[in-house]
Structures are given as C-alpha cells and as structure tokens.
C-alpha cells in the first residue's frame, strides 16, 4: 500500500480529497447535497471506481459518497485502523475433542481489507485464538479456509467440496465440524448438506454473523463459541446451524438444517427454526435440549456422502397475474424442475395452468410449496388447488420452498424418473416434511425472550 495518506484515490476521489486538505484516515464532516455525514474515510479499493468516497460511519456500516455530491468536507481528526490480527499459539491438550472449522467465506470470516475491499480471513486458529481464547477450552481446533466467498456467490461446486470434505474430516476422525457460512444463502447450504451428508456421528454446525467483528455489535464472537461448543460438546449428530437465539445475545439456537431461514435482513436474531420446535438452547455454560428426537452422536465413522445435484432447477414465486410465459420460457430453456412457491394453501392463476400442463408433458417435474412460509400446502381445500394437482403439480407438504428447491437439485441429480423423484420428494430424510406444526408455534418464534421461554414450558419434550 502507498504511504501517502490518499491510499488508492485516484482520478475525482483523489482530487477531491486533496482539495479538502483530507485524507485516508480522517474523521471527517461531509456535507453533500443528500445530507450530513460523519466518519473516517476508508482506503478506497484499488478495482473500484474514481467516484466515490467511503466512510465509516460509526454505526459501523460504511457508505459510498458520489464526489459529484460532495459540497465541503471539514477535518475533525485521525483514527488509523489496525487489522493485522496477532497469532498466538493454540493451545492443544489430549483430553479435548477434536473440531475442524471449514471455512467459506461471509461476514464471520472476514475483516475487510480496506486497500482492495477483499475480505481476510481471520481465520487460521491462531488467529481466532487471539481474538477468541474461549475456543481453546472447548476443543482442539483445525481450520481450513475452503472458500472466501460471500454466500450469494455459494452454488453447486462448493456444496459438493463441502460435502466432501465433511465425509473426509468424519473418516478423518473429528469429533465435530463447523462450517463458517455467509448468513444470506446459509439455509439454502443447511438444506443440501442435509440431504448430500446423511446419518453423521457427529455434529456439523454451520455458523454466520451479522455483523462483522469490527462493530461493537458483532456477534461473531458470540456465534462462533456457541457454534464450536455445539460440534465439540453437543449429542446432536445432524447438519445444524447455530445463530443468535433472542434479540440480546444470552444464547444461541440451534435449528435443524432443513427447517431453518433467514427471517430478517440485519437483525441478529435472523435465523428462525419454521413450523417447528428448534433442537436446543446454547450458550457457553450450557446445552438445553428442547426436544429429543434427533440423531445421537455415534462413535463409528459411517456416513452417507452423495453428492448428486441437478442444476437446472428453479424456484418460481408465484405473484397475481404471473404470466404463463415465464413458465414456458422456463421449460424452453431445458429446465428440469420447478418449485412454485404458491400463494396461500399452493396456488397460481387460471392463465398458468396451461403452462402448467404444457410442462408436465414435456417431463418437467412441478412441485408446490407455499410462500406464506409457515404451514402447509393444502391441495384439495379449493377447486384451484385440485385442478393444479390434475395438471401434474405435486404438492410438497410443508417443506420450506428453499429446501425443496435444494431437494428437488438432488433428487433429479439422481434419477429422472418421475414416480422415483416423487418418493424422495416426499420421504422425509430429516425432517423437512413434519406430521404438524407446533400449535401456535409461528407466533411465539418470532417474538422476544419471555415468549419464547414461555411456550417452550408448554410443550411437550
Ligand atoms: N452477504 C453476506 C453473506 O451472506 C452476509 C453475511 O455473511 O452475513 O455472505
């Protein structure tokens, strides 16, 4: 990096900065013909453009100022960042088990690196010993840096890595995995590793955070321990992920991989188990089991590893007046599936249903889920949804769309079969088609604190 204070400015940014007598490092008041701004202006990425300036606010969010915008900026400081994070020795003793962190990128693992805005992992457990030392009581820890992407850019190649590698470190010998995960798309990772890693010994917890490690809020610490405890402690030999429980930070959740999702796009507590009973409360001193009937921890190494994934698959979500174009452009493009996410109980329009029919005949498997998320798709209640199912539609009980999109790429990796695709499309693997719903249970999960503990007595463990 270049020492002269305009780190990477270039072109306008540049100019602008030096006009102002600024730069990288200045805590700054900027007023721009949109407002009022105050905060540190950042190294700007070598590969992004001249037009912009980025501050950190102290909200800890950063914002791209336009120059063009930019009316006077008055110098009120300096606060240079530091981001090299020292390493210390991880502490190894015999009696501890055995996890192995794989990483994938998202916020969790990253502190950005503000010269060429790529995100670092901090992640070698050096590394995340210095910044976490609780880890070194709970485990041994390995690390392996498998991707550092944000988890919109996860697809195929990488589940299949991911599967992989979890079968390797299970032969390996590892008493629990983790997986650090971009929170956006961790649901979508949850639901394939459930269904391309089945009957695990040992817990494989995936984790995220909000918030990276640089905001006072950052619950990456918190997540992280949480998460490393489930895979070293816990008796839950399932694909999990394990996120912020409440909204203040006194315990995680863990959700079972088929049954959990995103519900919020910046709160912590994001991560909602949906139409059922989440697998148990944790925090660094305890383990709560909320229900027992998950797969224990074994000792043996067996493990089902399969990989098989179809790609042309794809998630409609159905809105009034949907054009049956859309589904036909879909099918002319060699698409073999379809998840529509219907309106309430699964239903489109009347003007789809000849394109329904058109793509039942051309082989293209349908499948109905309900985009109110909770509940189940209820076919034979109206007329409409029982003519949808004449037309080949397939109902998918209550299995959240995102999954059964997921499941739906694995089964047709397997077989085109149609009776064959249907039976493991409606074979539960683990639970992501269940009997019922917890009564009620929409309500209080997304609530606060007092609701939650209070329908969690009420249920039957
Ligand atoms: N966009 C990020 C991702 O999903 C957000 C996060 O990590 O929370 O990778």
């Avoid at 392996?144 to 599967?163: D, H, R, W």
């Avoid at 990276?212 to 405890?229: C, Y």
């Avoid at 909320?290 to 042309?312: C, S």
């Avoid at 064959?420 to 409606?426: G, K, P, S, T, W």
Wanted: aromatic share 8%; with cysteine.
């Amino acid at each position: 990096m270049s020492d002269n204070g305009r780190q990477e400015y270039r072109g306008v940014g540049r100019a602008l900065l030096e006009r102002f007598g600024v730069s990288v490092w200045s805590d700054v008041e900027v007023d721009t013909s949109r407002g009022h701004f105050r905060g540190i202006i950042l190294p700007r990425s070598e590969t992004a453009d001249n037009e912009h300036v980025v501050l950190k606010l102290s909200s800890g969010y950063n914002v791209g100022i336009a120059v063009s915008a930019v009316q006077r900026i008055t110098p009120r400081g300096r606060r240079e960042a530091h981001y090299k994070i020292p390493e210390k020795q991880f502490p190894v003793g015999k009696e501890k088990p055995n996890v192995t962190l794989l990483g994938t990128g998202g916020t969790i693992a990253s502190r950005l690196d503000y010269r060429t805005g790529a995100v670092i992992p901090a992640f070698s457990p050096g590394e995340l010993y210095s910044s976490v030392p609780e880890l070194a009581d709970l485990c041994n820890l390995e690390t392996e840096k498998l991707f550092g992407v944000f988890s919109e850019n996860m697809g195929p190649q990488q589940y299949i890595t991911l599967a992989r590698r979890i079968g390797e470190e299970i032969a390996a010998g590892v008493d629990g995995i983790v997986i650090g995960h971009g929170t956006d798309t961790m649901h979508h990772t949850a639901a394939i590793l459930s269904f391309m890693v089945q009957k695990p010994p040992i817990p494989i917890v995936m984790v995220g955070s909000q918030r990276s490690s640089d905001r006072p809020s950052s619950d990456a610490a918190s997540n992280l321990i949480n998460a490393v405890k489930a895979a070293a402690q816990c008796d839950i030999a399932e694909v999990m992920v394990c996120m912020f429980g409440p909204t203040s930070d006194e315990y995680g959740l863990l959700h079972r991989g088929t049954r959990v999702r995103k519900m919020h796009s910046s709160y912590r507590s994001t991560f909602r188990t949906i139409g059922d009973v989440p697998l148990a409360i944790i925090d660094p001193k305890r383990i709560e089991y909320l229900r027992h009937d998950f797969h224990p921890r074994r000792r043996d190494r067996e493990v089902v590893v399969n990989t098989a994934f179809e790609e042309k698959v794809t998630l409609l979500y159905y809105y009034p007046n949907m054009h049956p174009d859309v589904l036909d452009a879909v099918v002319e493009k060699g698409y073999r599936g379809v998840i529509i996410a219907g309106t309430g109980l699964g239903h489109v329009n009347k003007p789809l249903y000849p394109a329904l029919r058109r793509a039942a005949e051309r082989g293209v498997h349908l499948y109905m889920t309900v985009q109110t998320i909770w509940g189940y798709v209820q076919m034979y209640v109206y007329e409409t949804g029982r003519e949808i199912m004449e037309l080949g539609v397939v109902p998918a009980a209550n299995m959240l769309p995102e999954v059964a999109l997921m499941k739906l790429c694995w089964a047709l990796g397997q077989t085109d079969d149609r009776d064959e695709v249907r039976r493991i499309m409606l074979t539960a693997v683990i639970d992501e088609i269940t009997e019922r719903e917890p009564y009620n249970g929409y309500l209080v999960f997304q609530g606060a604190i007092p609701e939650v503990q209070a329908f969690l007595r009420t249920i039957k463990r």
